[in-house]
């Protein structure tokens, strides 16, 4: 028997829950494989926060909180697993929260909308329009959302929407355990840490950063460095695996 605060047993739990919220329809099919692949890589740096990962977060938090007009884009993954850290999150910073889907239809997106306001999110959902320099659903999204935010939280996004937010001079902000991944190169800033790790420790930073840790925050933002010491972590697990 695993005992419950285990991360084996939490990992079990997890799945689980994305397999109940593919049956609902909440999660895609390629959501599944997507968080096996994230899973993989949370073997490599411990399943835990590391040092790096926690400076990405007190940076998101400062980037967060400075902003004028921040969103957080929620997929469907991230609200089946952590739509009540979405709305902590929401709380601790003001940041609009908008569904973005990569496989959308009208009832994908009404379904994750309820299920982040039955988590006490406040969601944004006016009218989507296709604004983003993308040839597929991924151009979807709201004139005032994410088409006009300064700063865009994206929790598990795909590269070519990362790439598309940043040409249009947005800072983005993404959580992503695989720091090899476009997304992870082409965002302003990667969280390479666990979602439903990395979401509380953003919120705990937005209430507890200082105004010069905030200032210094945001003058010493080095994504090339922090997706360097994320990837010699997992090295220098990998080559101490065995003793
Ligand atoms: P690219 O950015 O190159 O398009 P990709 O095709 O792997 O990479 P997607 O599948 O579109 O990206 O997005 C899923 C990403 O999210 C994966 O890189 C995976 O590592 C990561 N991921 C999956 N589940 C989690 C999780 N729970 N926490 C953090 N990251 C996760
Ligand atoms: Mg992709």
Request: aromatic share 4%; charged share 25%; glycine share 6%.
């Amino acid at each position: 028997m695993i005992p419950p605060d285990h991360p084996r047993y939490r990992s079990l739990v997890t799945r689980e829950r994305l397999a109940g919220c593919a049956k609902k329809g909440i999660v895609a099919m390629e959501g599944l494989t997507a968080h096996g692949r994230g899973e993989a890589f949370d073997y490599l740096i411990g399943e835990r926060t590391t040092i790096s990962g926690l400076l990405a977060e007190q940076t998101a938090a400062a980037m967060l909180i400075s902003a004028r007009h921040p969103v957080i884009s929620v997929n469907g993954n991230t609200a089946a697993l952590a739509a009540h850290e979405i709305a902590a999150l929401q709380e601790a910073c003001g940041a609009l929260v908008e569904v973005n889907l990569f496989h959308r239809t009208e009832k994908r997106v009404a379904q994750i909308e309820d299920l982040l306001r039955n988590a006490g999110a406040d969601v944004y959902s006016g009218e989507a329009e296709r604004l983003l320099p993308l040839s597929h659903d991924r151009a979807w999204c709201r004139r005032g959302g994410m088409f006009s935010a300064d700063v865009v939280l994206v929790p598990l996004e795909d590269g070519d929407r990362c790439e598309a937010l940043v040409s249009l001079g947005k800072t983005v902000i993404a959580i992503d355990l695989n720091p090899l991944s476009r997304t992870a190169r082409h965002a302003t800033l990667t969280i390479v840490d666990e979602l439903t790790r990395a979401l509380p420790a953003i919120s705990r930073a937005c209430r507890e950063l200082s105004a010069a840790d905030r200032d210094r925050l945001l003058s010493t933002v080095d994504n090339h460095y922090l997706l360097s010491e994320a990837i010699h972590e997992m090295t220098a697990r990998l080559s101490h695996a065995l003793d």
